[in-house]
């Protein structure tokens, strides 16, 4: 059986795939040390928890012996965070994603690796491709294209096969709703199950490129099984801008009395996110994405049903 290792498989992306995996009957090895995912995510009885920190290049090296496909999707997530404390989020996100691909240049594995959007940073021309310039405005954004770097370097040198996704807004169950970096939807969808209001920043005009968990997952798998690798990254969105406003109205008919509050723009925030999903298409022609509204009603509906399994986690630890 092939052996598979997560790093974040404790996490809102990495227990998805890691559930995946299994349910796909692969062997799989969770490295998490549990800052921010939850033990409750890692079906311990079919996967075998790493509880070790990918700064630990020692206890990493043993955790992923044997491991054919590294998804490297650890990370000290978090924009905010990132600016509270810039040399933490260097150490697990630039630092760890180096001595991940360490392991994987003596070991021969493929390691397909979670960037993010946040690169483009200053860059506000859109949509975006893979051909543009880049320009981090954060710690965050600044640790993963160090770490893009480091992904490219090892495949050129070393000839590490890698694969480079940048993610957008990614979304989906598992994502916690509750902390204070909560991401935007599940945060809502929370707040509206307790029939308490949502704040919006802004008029509601801002928008993003929504990608639901299931389609990442369905393009990283595919990576591994076909060894689809990337020359630089590839942009992992489907360009289906949506307005945080509409977002809302399909959010109303789930819950009719939905009371939002409109707030000042938050400065920094970004406004509008879109990518041009040429690459992603070219590379993964037969992944159809889930359509934004059935995703998210698909959201509400386990919200509903198990959102108390990843609610009132561990606090972030600044
Ligand atoms: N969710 C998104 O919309 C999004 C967007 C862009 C990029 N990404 C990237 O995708 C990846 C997964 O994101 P997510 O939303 O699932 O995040 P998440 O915070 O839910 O998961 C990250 C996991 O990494 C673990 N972790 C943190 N530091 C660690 C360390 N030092 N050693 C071992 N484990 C550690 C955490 O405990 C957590 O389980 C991250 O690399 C993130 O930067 C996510």
Redesign the pocket.
Known sequence: MKRIAV??G?????SNLTHRLISEGYDVVV???????LLSNVDQGKSALHR????DSKALGKALIGCETIFH?????SVPRSIKNPVATHE?NAT?TLNVLEVARANGAHVIF????SVYGRNMKLPKDESMWLGPMTPYAAS?LAAEGYVQAYAKAYGVPTTLLR????FGPR??PDHEYA?VLPKWIWLAMQGEPVDVYGDGSASRDFTYVDTVLDIAILAMKEKVLTEGAMNLAYGNRISLSDTIEMLKSHFPNLQVNYKSERPGDVKESQNDPGLLKTLFPSIVPKQFEVALSETVQWLKEFGQSVANGPATVD
Do not use: E, M, Y
Request: net charge positive.
């Open positions: 790093t974040g404790a996490g809102f992306i990495g490295v998490d040390d549990l800052s921010t995912g070790v920190s990918i700064t999707l650890a990370a000290r997530g697990v760890g979670s960037s993010s959007s993963k993610f957008f807004n990614v994502q916690r991401a």
